[in-house]
């Protein structure tokens, strides 16, 4: 089983007056998993829809090896595909459900059965093929979907949040298993979801949709450490603004000389982006700062420190400093020395207030 | 704390016994009884009356002959098997329309949703009288440049008394409300729109998967909406009565000026086999449900 190659080119669909897709070009190497992360509304699961045939782009083409495929009806396409809500046939058994694709093109029931009980064993779960989905956890139930969806030899897997429906162990385990599985058929595999840490720590490559167009795509570390666009930094993790003035390629900021890494905006006043966990706290008795709120995340704690000036800023502590580390504890902030990011001071020039950082929900992230 | 935790749970005691939930106050199952016997005066009074009335004999004082006779009175065989033809046709007609008509508006135009609602329960408020005259006034216009028309061939078939199309197509109507509810019921219990995806995506045609995917988990809603629509087939008098057919009801109402204990002795038997309908019926979604 090999993977196909996609490419979105200038896709386009706008639902009434909201625009689901804004021109979206993106090509998925084959053999790859390219994740689709965005905020609800972006537009990641239309265009998973488009390639899936469910949806018809108003605009541009889907490209799969090379051919058009936005004229071939949905029951046409070679794509496999998982969905968010549980959508195992209730009135079959789980062999049956993972069959069910073989019957479609009529083959043989003792072949449908040999390689059902093979996609069976290889999801692990040799022995629930007599089962109903109802007797199913929903752990199992997205694995037997992921088998079904895998049963025709598909070239192209499609996933459409599979895991947003299961708790939080469940879904560490099944996206490992899921990677597993994907590497080892290679096929290429479209992952949409809003959860950035799963797309971070599946993903060969991260694309980042808003508004219906890709901000970027890179490779998770990338992504993370160089993110493109402040929107990207925003989305991806937590980003800490913190005012600082550069000088030639050094930027200062509270007191500390750092290389500015990337371009260097036009104005001396700018915004340095530095995350979380590149902000270090020492406990000092007669320091600027003050911890003002700590929430223990079992592995880290994240604490808002208000400096001087008024900034907060967030910083990501090893969890068991949580305690000498409590809310009213006077702290000393530094940064990591290492190259950081600038962007031009937009907010403040806008009048609105010191806004040191912006968190994006994070789901789960322990 | 492991060590001594058992490795296999014995595994009924973390099922909770059905009849193990705390009761409820005794006042509140007083209240249960009194409500149930009310309920019950309420249909077994009239039942038993009618039962009392078919066995009275004057002279025996007790005889189940009304029973005897419904089989060789003139006209039953004839009549129920119009009725129950009439039925089926018309379970197989409103079945046919409003399914796909609602699996279509559920999946490509949700915003006509109410739309189809509406229409459908429609027929709930026009009474029966009304629709008739309108229908029988349809019928006798035919004016005569006409006649040689397929049209008017057309409106002279349906009316063709050992199978009159035309009440089919008024028990269509009057079957719409119950037939919408019942299926919309079952959709709803259903994730349509991903269970439809999940088939086209895995290969198949729109026939195949209505068939395998859809039917098969709305067998019981399809099942009610059919026993509901049989209901009032078999029961529906005054459009068949208007416009002159021998339908069941229709045959019990005439003969009861001649046999009044036989068209009872009817009534009763009727009634008796549509509880035997139902109960098979509830009992079928149960397995359902029970998923075996």
Redesign the interface.
Known sequence: MNGARVEFRGLRRTFGSTTALDGLDLTVEPGELVALLGPSGCGKTTALRCLAGFEHPDEGEILVDGSDITPVPANRRDAGMVFQSYSLFPNMSVKENVAFGMRVRKAPAAKRHARAQELLDLIGLPSIGDRYPHQLSGGQQQRVALARALALEPRVLLLDEPLSALDAKVRVTLREEIRRLQLSLGITTIFVTHDQEEALSMADRVAVLRAGRLEQVADPATLYDRPATPFVAEFVGTMNHIPGRVSGDRVTVLGQMLPVDGEVPGSTDVDVLVRPEAVLVTPEEDAGGLVMVSSFRGSIARLTVVLPDGTEVLSDVPGHDAVRLAPGTRVRVALVERPVLVSAATERAAGATPRAAVAVPEHNAV | MAALTPETLPAPATVPEPGARPGRPRRFRAWRGVILFFAAVYFLVPLIASFAFTVKEPDQGFSLDAYGQIFSAEGFGRSILLSLGLGVATIALVLLLTLPAMLAVRLSVPKLRPVLEIVCTLPLVVPPITFVAGISRVLQWGPDYLATTPLYQTIISVQNPDFPIVLVLAYVVLALPFAYRALDAGLGA??VR??V?????????WP?LLFR?IV??LRAALASAAFLTLALVLGEFTIAQLLSYQTFPVWIYTISDSQAQVSVAVSVFSLLITWLLLLGLSSAGARQRS?S
Do not use: W, Y
Not at chain 2, 197 to 203: D, F, K, T
């Open positions: 259903m994730d991903t269970l995806e999940a088939a086209r995506n895995l290969g198949a045609s195949h995917v098969p988990n998923g």
